[in-house]
């Protein structure tokens, strides 16, 4: 594996606008998602996103590249090696 090919691998970026809207890079897995809470695995490990009205507005299956829009309340990283029984969308993003 190339030193490029690793680095991009382990990559994982947030850009949060006025608390309304995130996009992420270095997403692999959605573990599951509602409109108050949003729980998912990152190349860095789990990521919960909570808030009121949230939507996941674009997703990557190639990339990892995610959008997300509505109030956000909180990010909280789980443990980095963490990782329950694999969905059905993380099955596709592999």
Not at 12 to 36: K, P
Not at 38 to 55: A, K, P
Not at 72 to 80: E, F, M, P, Q, V
């Amino acid at each position: 594996m190339a030193v490029e090919e690793k680095i991009q691998k382990n990559t994982h970026n947030i850009i949060m606008e006025n608390r309304e809207n995130l996009t992420l890079s270095g997403v692999t897995d959605v573990d599951s998602f509602d409109e108050r809470c949003i729980v998912l695995y990152t190349q860095l490990g789990e990521l919960v996103i909570r808030g009121r009205d949230l939507h996941i507005n674009s997703m990557s299956v190639e990339t990892g590249d995610m959008t997300i829009d509505g109030e956000i309340w909180s990010l909280n990283y789980g443990d980095k090696d963490k990782k329950g029984a694999t969905s059905f969308l993380g099955k596709l993003f592999r």
